[in-house]
């Protein structure tokens, strides 16, 4: 199989929704890690850009075929979307090998009566890329920015109401530009040290920077394998989005505190809380399946980190031993998840408004549940990675309403820039508008 061969199959099992294409992505790469660097990132750019652009290529597919998208045969419509995006997207690949390898392709799998077609289509896009017209940004805003940033157009409309349109156009395009993987370096680690780890990052070809809202991260592009990379088996380092680091950094965690992290899966906050404790204290991490855990155990063991205890426990259900224990209460509950669409693309196309409404109520019951785990006077840390107010905002308000806790502000443990244009106590971060995923968090005081 070429390497094309097998973006067909990627795109044909996603399609299938039967596996986020991040998961997939990665596990096919590994399944076939002996092919040539300069493939695999061939496999893996068209991969996910099919996705993240599915809306805008569908458009343009449209524009020059006679069957529309929704009605063509499976395979053809992946094979004509991977090669159009290869044609709107890849200067560097001629169009004429564009063009014969998706024909011999339709050939291979069994398609030969269509191969004319497949030919004609690819080959008129070619010719009349410059000349497609997109819809009209003054006259249909909201039908243009669905089209050309490729995201539904509820999801426009969402983030329109929520955030206005200048904003919303800021967010779709962060998420179709390169995401750099956010980086926590070990707090004990003196400046001179993270210079020198970056420092051997840089030699080793990947592009390091430090980033500008916590002295202790970084982000990183064009790594070839995190474990690799120099510190990662001496636990120099976590991989953890400096959004999620922003939620540890603003609980104030003190030496000697408990800290319970009740949604605590694959460990970042957990992991990171041990690091503000420096050995003292205790982190009690929890999640709902043994799998979830054993990713907690794996980087904990890496880190070498003691002061954790690991739990299987269902934040919805109640834990007595656990009853008035936590100085800080870290829940980062289930969500829609789209603040992280710029990294997992088919969010996009599974999050429905009737899936956001369950996912709702399972914040609430969470919250019910985990609530008597804090001791009076104790903190709770509330956040997601979505954008929507009804699981953010109003849930603040929510809790406030329901149970005797308050909203504590947060500045004085955030860089300032975060609070430049809030008002607010609670604090929604925006791709494109700060450097970090999307992501929100409040902190509350048990009465």
Not at 166 to 179: D, F, G, T
Not at 313 to 333: E, F, M, W, Y
């Given at each position: 199989m070429n390497g094309r061969e097998i973006i067909l199959d990627i795109l044909l099992e996603v399609s299938g929704q039967k596996e986020y294409s991040n998961i997939l992505i990665t596990a096919v790469l590994d399944k076939y890690d002996y092919l040539d660097s300069r493939e695999k990132a061939f496999i893996k750019r068209v991969s996910e850009g099919c996705i993240e652009r599915r809306i805008q290529i569908d458009y343009v597919l449209n524009l020059y075929s006679k069957t529309p998208v929704h009605k063509m045969k499976p395979l053809i419509r992946e094979l004509l979307r991977m090669s159009t995006y290869q044609l709107l997207f890849m200067e560097h690949v001629p169009d004429a090998a564009v063009c014969n390898e998706a024909v011999k392709l339709a050939k291979k799998r069994k398609f030969q009566a269509l191969q004319g077609y497949v030919n004609g289509v690819l080959r008129n896009i070619a010719r009349g890329r410059e000349e497609i017209t997109y819809p009209d940004r003054e006259t249909s805003c909201l039908e243009y920015l669905s089209v050309y940033y490729s995201m539904p157009m509820w999801l426009v409309e969402h983030f329109v109401e929520a955030y206005g349109?200048?904003?919303?156009?800021?967010?779709?395009?962060?998420?179709?530009?390169?995401?750099p993987v956010g980086i926590r370096l070990r707090e004990n680690l003196k400046d001179e040290e993270i210079e020198r780890l970056i420092s051997a990052w840089r030699k080793a070809g990947i592009r390091a920077l430090r980033h500008p809202y916590l002295p202790y991260a970084a982000e990183i592009e064009k790594a070839d394998g995190i474990r690799r990379m120099a510190g990662y088996e001496e636990g120099l380092f976590a991989v953890q989005d400096v959004s999620s680091m922003l939620v540890v950094e603003a609980a104030?965690?003190?030496?000697?505190?408990?800290?319970i992290d009740v949604c605590a899966a694959p460990g970042g906050k957990a992991l990171h809380a041990a690091d503000k404790l420096a050995g003292t204290g205790q982190v009690i991490a929890c999640d709902v399946t043994s799998y979830k855990t054993d990713k907690i155990e794996e980087n904990r063991k890496r880190l070498g980190v003691e002061n954790v205890c690991i739990?299987?426990?269902?934040?919805?259900?109640?834990?007595?031993?656990?009853?008035?224990?936590?100085?800080?209460?870290?829940?980062?509950?289930?969500c829609s998840g789209l603040g992280v669409i710029g990294r997992k693309q088919d969010i996009k196309y599974r999050v429905t408004?009737?899936?956001?409404?369950?996912?709702?109520?399972?914040?609430?019951?969470?919250?019910?549940?985990?609530?008597?785990?804090?001791?009076?006077?104790?903190?709770?840390?509330?956040?997601?990675?979505?954008?929507?107010?009804?699981?953010?905002?109003?849930?603040?308000?929510w809790?406030?309403?329901?149970?005797a806790m308050e909203k504590v502000s947060m500045a004085e443990f955030l860089p300032k820039i975060l609070w430049q244009d809030s008002k607010e106590e609670t604090l929604q971060l925006l791709p494109g508008v700060h450097r970090t995923d999307g992501f929100f968090m409040a902190k509350f005081r048990k009465k």
């Open positions: 349109q200048a904003s919303c156009e800021k967010i779709l395009q962060a998420y179709l530009e390169s995401q104030g965690i003190r030496p000697g505190d408990t800290v739990r299987v426990q269902d934040g919805r259900i109640l834990d007595t031993s656990l009853v008035g224990k936590a100085d800080v209460l870290l829940a980062d509950v289930p408004q009737e899936s956001i409404q369950e996912i709702n109520r399972l914040q609430r019951e969470i919250i019910t549940n985990v609530v008597h785990y804090i001791k009076p006077g104790g903190v709770m840390m509330y956040s997601t990675c979505t954008m929507n107010p009804a699981e953010n905002e109003k849930m603040a308000a809790i406030c309403q329901e149970f």
